[in-house]
């Protein structure tokens, strides 16, 4: 058994089984450091950016009224 993030989950063996962890589903925390001048180089703010993209994704999805049927 193996607890992995959703991003490692692109690709699994076919007879892996995959879950759900729930109850309470658990997070992570990603943080950064740079150097003071990094961030304007666009590489650093290429991969700042895609960082908070994703981090920004995962909340909205936490967030959101579960479906109805």
Known sequence: MSLLPRSALAR???GVVV??????EPVRA???AVREAS?????VRGLLDALRD????DVA???AAP???
């Open 19 to 24: 879950r759900k962890v729930r109850g309470p």
């Open 67 to 69: 479906a109805r049927s």
């Open 39 to 43: 961030p304007r180089q666009p590489p």
């Open 30 to 32: 990603v943080h950064t």
């Open 61 to 63: 999805r936490r967030t």
């Open 54 to 57: 994703v981090a920004l994704r």
């Open 12 to 14: 699994h063996h076919p």
